[in-house]
């Protein structure tokens, strides 16, 4: 047979322990104590806390307690390192005893910092950077860690797995996945850069970097050390913790999956166009939207002029589509968007007259963004005189920083962001004087303000990255940013040195790092040194 029973137990004497749910080092802190008294009698309790804090009073405590209640006994303790802090407290009467344990982390009294520089050396000679690190930081928790690229190309490759990676749905998804792609591979094959050869040395890099460092690695890395210092350093915890992208698996590194994944996209695209020849936001809209048709629009030109061939009319479709368009709309942020995407093949009739006209006169009402979109479609078009007009709009209105060497538009913040961005409007801006006025001062201002706002190999959403993606190529290509021959001599304090040779062959795929932690790390002022001889610029 079998039985079932119900059994309750209690004890007369409960404690609990209160606290915050962590310390920080430095703090002073309240440690708590509630103590229940369940018996029908009236107790004497002594308390006793057991920690190893710094107490401020007595770690005993003796309180009188009516039956049936509880009462709350307090302790202020100083934290005084980091770590972990293990608190007990005991309670006792002549009959009963109850006692609680419990483990808290400790933090440290600070913050993790970063402080981050960055340069152009476009000319032979040296450069000099200060580096200060403060006197009271945590014992080998610091690191210089200096990337070196030769090209804006490798932040260019950096971004596309994000792009293709990411779970596309919608149309802008569908072009940005494909499109900045398409014009990387483009712009590194007019580059003269063979991928098959990239590909293997990209795999080649891949395979040194995450080699842990063995003896025979570690002598040999390359640095060069004072006398009275090691002849050798152990990378081993360094290079966990070092800046790594795994460029191997990058999407153009595979023809046959370039081809794939571009038809793949347009044959979307292709389905997802309209009747009335424009896209709507999604497969099956009840109606097309003019920004993200001016975008397909954008982006199937810019996939014709790389040498990819468009099924029938679905271009001219779209173009004309946009044309009818501009004769009603009222938006002159949208009239401009629409504008530059149709100067992506031409921008002629009623459409230029437009552009060069009614948005030209009233140019003051735009925002940066579409001024830089004005300026090119204008300049594509042929207006050579307007589109300095405007160019020197965007000169007159742009924020310069210059102890930073960086330049920005600021935007007015609204519930929409598509002519709103500050990172769009800095990548089309600067998209607008590399087209007209590639010498502007402003270019490699804007350019550092840009590269300083990647998230890792990305930027806030696939558009951003797209466009930013669409600014790079562009820049790569019109200044020949992989056409170098150049060696780096790189020097930290008179004790650390480093020579790098970088080359055509090389520049998107090297040990670009300088890398050391606190022994050679001085408290205070820190100088690095740069030296540059040879054909190419230096960041």
Avoid at 231 to 244: F, H, I, M, Q
Wanted: proline letters at 3%; hydrophobic letters at 35%; a positive charge.
């Amino acid at each position: 047979g079998s039985a079932e029973s119900d059994v309750a137990t209690k004890k007369d004497l409960l404690v609990r322990l209160q606290a915050p749910r962590f310390f920080v080092e430095r703090d002073q802190v309240v440690i708590s104590a509630n103590v229940h008294n369940y018996s029908d009698k009236a107790k004497s309790v002594a308390v006793q806390l057991e920690s190893g804090l710094k107490l401020i009073g007595a770690a005993a405590q003796t309180v009188q307690i009516a039956a049936g209640e509880e009462k709350r006994l307090d302790w202020t303790a100083t934290i005084e390192s980091a770590g972990e802090a293990s608190l007990q407290i005991t309670a006792r009467t002549d009959s009963d005893s109850d006692a609680v344990k419990m483990t808290f982390p400790v933090l440290v009294h600070g913050v993790q910092r970063f402080n981050g520089q960055s340069g152009v050396i476009t000319n032979d000679g040296s450069t000099k950077l200060t580096l200060n690190f403060p006197k009271e930081r945590k014992s080998g928790a610091s690191e210089l860690n200096v990337q070196f690229n030769p090209s804006l190309g490798a932040q260019m490759l950096d971004a596309l797995p994000y792009l293709v990676d990411y779970p596309y749905g919608c149309v802008e998804q569908t072009m940005s996945r494909f499109l900045p792609t398409v014009m990387t591979v483009k712009t590194l094959r007019e580059a003269g850069i063979d991928l098959d050869t990239l590909s293997k040395r990209a795999k080649a890099y891949e395979a040194e970097a995450k080699t842990e460092a063995r003896g025979d690695r570690v002598k040999n890395s390359g640095y060069s050390y004072p006398k009275g210092q090691p002849n050798s350093r152990d990378l081993t915890e360094l290079a966990k913790r070092s800046w790594y992208y795994n460029r191997s698996n990058n999407p153009i590194f595979d023809k046959a999956e370039v081809d794939k994944m571009t038809k793949a996209g347009l044959e979307r695209l292709y389905t997802m166009q309209r009747g009335d020849g424009g896209w709507g936001w999604w497969q099956g809209s009840s109606q097309s939207d003019e920004y993200m048709s001016a975008y397909v629009v954008y982006g199937l030109a810019q996939a014709k002029s790389a040498g990819i061939a468009l099924k029938g009319d679905v271009l001219n479709r779209g173009n004309a589509y946009l044309r009818g368009q501009m004769k009603d709309e009222e938006n002159l942020e949208l009239l401009t968007y629409i504008a530059y995407s149709l100067s992506q093949t031409k921008l002629d009739g009623d459409a230029k007259n437009i552009a060069a006209g009614r948005l030209y006169d009233q140019r003051e009402r735009l925002a940066p963004l579409s001024k830089a979109y004005l300026a090119m479609a204008l300049s594509n078009a042929g207006e050579k005189e307007k589109a300095g007009v405007l160019i020197r709009n965007l000169e007159n209105t742009v924020q310069v920083d210059a102890q930073n060497g960086t330049a920005r538009y600021k935007t007015q913040p609204q519930y929409w962001c598509w002519w709103n961005n500050d990172v769009e409007t800095v990548a089309l801006a600067l998209r607008a004087f590399n087209q007209i006025e590639p010498t502007n001062k402003l270019v490699p201002m804007l350019m550092k303000w840009l590269t300083l706002q990647a998230r890792g190999n990305h930027y806030g959403s696939t558009k951003e990255t797209a466009e930013v993606v669409y600014t790079l190529a562009d820049y790569v290509s019109k200044n020949k940013e992989l056409d170098v021959d150049y060696t780096l001599k790189v020097n930290l304090n008179g004790k650390l040195a480093r020579t790098y040779k970088v080359t055509k062959d090389n520049a998107l795929f090297f040990d670009n790092r300088f890398v050391t932690g606190d022994l050679f790390l001085q408290d205070g002022a820190n100088t690095l040194t740069i030296e540059k001889s040879g054909k190419g610029k230096g960041k």
